[in-house]
């Protein structure tokens, strides 16, 4: 009796023993399951940050400078005199900002690796022009007057002038060396917080007014 006994008290355990194990292995695989999924939000949150940070690079990667201009324009028709001719001296003042395009450029996160792939599609160019035209000397002749469409080419005319200057005085190049420099500064940066940046670029241009 006490032998039938302990076997039913052993068989009994092992019945128990078993069910335990296995809620054992549920709960283990339940804990890998939310620490793995905490390693996946922390690497998508991480990979934000970097991304929100080559971002804000970008937007101070910039080269400001400022132009000035004296544009004159002359026109006349059947002969050049007074009532026939028509001239308008043109002063620009302008900002121009010159950098990259975030817009055409393209990156990719591999999270697993940590890793940040930044792929230029072109070059630092002309982001913004904010001039201010003022009409030195506005002559127009009684038979020669300038139309609202001259007037509007003319303010186009001077932006173009201005866009020519920056590029003559090594603006973009100067815009492309600053990315440059900011690339390194962002590699140093990722690597001090785990994380890889490459970068593949475009051709170098030597930008010629």
């Known amino acids: 009796m006490e032998l039938v ?11 128990i023993y078993y069910p335990i ?5 549920i709960c283990k ?15 998508v949150v991480e990979s934000t940050v970097m991304l929100e940070k ?10 400001e400078s400022d132009y000035s201009e004296l544009i004159t324009v002359k026109d006349h028709f059947w002969v050049d005199i007074s009532p026939f001719r028509k001239q308008a001296i043109i002063r620009v003042k302008a900002t121009v900002m010159a950098g990259v395009n ?10 697993k690796e940590k890793k940040i792939v930044l792929s230029f599609q072109s070059m630092p160019d002309i982001l913004s022009i904010d001039h201010q035209i003022d009409y030195y000397d506005l002559q127009q002749g009684t038979f020669n007057q300038f139309t609202p469409e ?21 603006l973009l190049n100067k815009a492309e ?21 490459e970068v593949v670029k475009v051709q170098p241009q030597y930008y010629k007014g």
Do not use: P, Y
């Open 5 to 15: 006994s302990l076997i039913k008290q052993t068989a009994g355990l092992e019945n």
């Open 21 to 25: 194990r296995n809620v054992g292995v």
């Open 29 to 43: 695989w339940i804990v890998c399951l939310q620490n793995d999924d905490a390693k996946k939000s922390n690497q």
């Open 54 to 63: 080559l971002r804000n690079v970008f937007k101070i990667a910039v080269i």
């Open 102 to 111: 975030m817009d055409s450029s393209s990156v990719n996160i591999f999270e």
């Open 150 to 170: 001259e007037m509007t080419k003319l303010q186009t005319f001077a932006k173009d002038k201005i866009r020519s200057a920056a590029i003559s005085s090594g």
């Open 177 to 197: 060396k600053r990315r440059d420099e900011m690339l390194q500064q962002l590699e140093l940066l990722f690597k001090s917080s785990g994380w890889k940046l």
